[in-house]
C-alpha cells in the first residue's frame, strides 16, 4: 500500500495556531483567514482581529434584537390584558383579579350622628275642641255653620233659606222635645231651612256646654221630639199640621234635629224617598260641618 502523504488522510499532529510550524487541517483552511503573501505558516494576526470583531458585533446586534422583540412581546401582552380587562367577559386570571375585593378594602370610618329617643306628642283629637265648651272657642253662628246659598250633596243641590238663632232653646222646638232641651240646660238652637222643589228641610242644632249634656238629650228624646219648622224668605210654612219624617242625633257637645215634609201640605209617607233622603242629607250635613269646626280648631292648636 502507498504510504499517506502528509495532510491527505490518517493521523495529523494537532495544530496550534501559536506554535510555528504546525500545520492547520484541510477542513479548517476555508474558514480561517491566512497571509498568502509570505511563504511562511505565520497566521494573519489581522484578519484574525478582524473576524473576531465581525463576532462580537453580530452577537451584539443579535442581543438588541432579540430584546426589541421582548419589548414588544411585553407590549403586546399588555395591550392583551387591558383590551381584556375592559370586556365584558374579563379572565379569571387577568389584572382586574389580581385587585383586592370591595370588602377587603378599608374605608374610611364615619361617625354616625346619634340622637337622644324622642316621643312625638300624640296627635289632637278635634272631637276634643267641639266637646267642651271650655276649648270650643271659635264664633258659632248660623251662617258660619251652614255657609253659602245652597248646599250639593252628591249629584242633588239644595237652596238655602232662612237662619235663625235662639238662645231660648225651648221656643224653637215643639211636642216633647222643649222639655228635652231645657233639663239638659241647652244653652242656643241655631236653625237653617234648605229646600229642593216641594220638599223642605229643617236642621237644628242645640248646643249644650258638655258631651255628656249632649248625649243625654239625644237619649232623652223620642219620636215626638221635634224641632220646630223654619219658613220665611221664599219658604212656605210646612210640617205644622202635616205629618213630617224628624232625625235626631249629637257630635260633640251638639245635638242635631231634623225635620222634614211638604210645602205643599202633603204627609210623608212611606213611598216619600225624595223627603227622606233630603233629611239623611242634611242630618249628615250638620255632622260634618260640627266635625270640620274642631278640626279646624285642633290644626290652628298644633300650629300655634
Known sequence: MRPMSFGQGGPQSQWDPWTPQSQQPQSQQSQQPWNSGNGDDTPDWA???E???ARAKRRRL???GGGALATVAIAGAVAVAVVSAGGSDQASDGPSSQLPSTADIPSATATEPSFAPTSAPPPLDPKDFVSSVKKDKAPLSPDLLFPGTQLTMGETVYKKGPTADTRTCGSAAQATLPKVLDANKCT??????YTKGDTAV???VAVFDSEAQ???AKKDADKRSIVRSLSGGGVTSFC??????STT???GRYAYFTVAGFTNGKDVTEKSTGVFRAGDDLAEFAFRQIRRRGEAQASAAAEG
Not at 205644622?240 to 219624617?245: E, I, L, P, S
Request: net charge positive.
Open 62 to 64: 443579535f442581543l438588541i
Open 202 to 204: 229643617t236642621v237644628g
Open 51 to 53: 473576524a473576531s470583531e
Open 47 to 49: 484578519a484574525l482581529a
Open 188 to 193: 242656643r238652637l241655631l236653625r237653617v231651612t
Open 240 to 245: 205644622t199640621g202635616a205629618v213630617c219624617r
Open 249 to 251: 242625633n249629637s257630635y
Open 214 to 216: 249632649a248625649t243625654k
